[in-house]
Each structure stands twice: as C-alpha cells, then as structure tokens.
C-alpha cells in the first residue's frame, strides 16, 4: 500500500517562504509523475505544479509561477515543493499526489496547511 505523506505546511506571512514537503512509502515512485494540488473551502481542487519522473518537465499554474518551484528526489522517493513570496491567496490545503502519466492520480497525501497572513 503506498502512502503518501505531507509536511512543512504552517502560518507565515505574507513575502515568507515554506518548502513543502511530499514523502512516499510502500514503494518506489521514481516512474510516477507527481502534483501539488491546493484547496480553499468552497472551492474546487486545484492543480499547483506537476512534475515528471526525471524531474525535466514541469508545470505550473500561471498564479504560482516564478515564486513555487517543484522538484524531486527519487533516492528518498521524496517531492518538494518550494514556495517563495507567498501571499494570503496562497492560503490553503495542499496534497500531494501520484499517478501514471495519462491515467490519472492514484494516490493522494492527507493534505498539509499552509496560511499566509497579510
């Protein structure tokens, strides 16, 4: 059963940084693409940054870019997210997820909080 599990969220303020991090157990996600995902209540999931097995191609919203930067490593079957000048929009629950490229995310973390105050 792999699990998936987040850590590093918290209360900043806004212009602080957190690095976000995604820890995989039950086995090896070196081939599985993974995501950032983020939720506010109210509002639907959203997709923050994606990245690919190698690590060499990424995406990211257009509300994030040039502040977040993911990354991965694959020895401690690890995700990171990197977030810099965070504003309170940043404010949400993030998850980090896997899955195979074209089928979708299979596994999903619990979610960690992140809260930007102004």
């Known amino acids: 059963q792999v699990q998936l599990a987040e850590s590093g969220g918290g209360l900043v303020q806004a212009g602080d940084s957190l690095r976000l991090s995604c820890a995989a157990s039950?086995?090896?996600?070196?081939?599985?693409?993974m995501g950032w995902f983020r939720q506010t209540p109210g509002h639907e999931r959203e997709l923050v940054s994606r990245i690919n097995w190698s690590g060499g191609n990424t995406y990211y919203a257009d509300s994030v870019k040039g502040r977040f930067t993911i990354s991965r490593d694959n020895a401690k079957n690890t995700m990171y997210l990197q977030m810099n000048s965070l504003k309170p929009e940043d404010t949400a629950v993030y998850s980090c997820?896997?899955?195979?490229?074209?089928?979708?995310?299979?596994?999903w973390g619990q979610g960690t909080q992140v809260t930007v105050s102004s």
């Open positions: 997820a896997a899955g195979i490229n074209g089928y979708g995310y299979k596994y």
């Open positions: 039950g086995r090896t996600l070196s081939t599985y693409v």
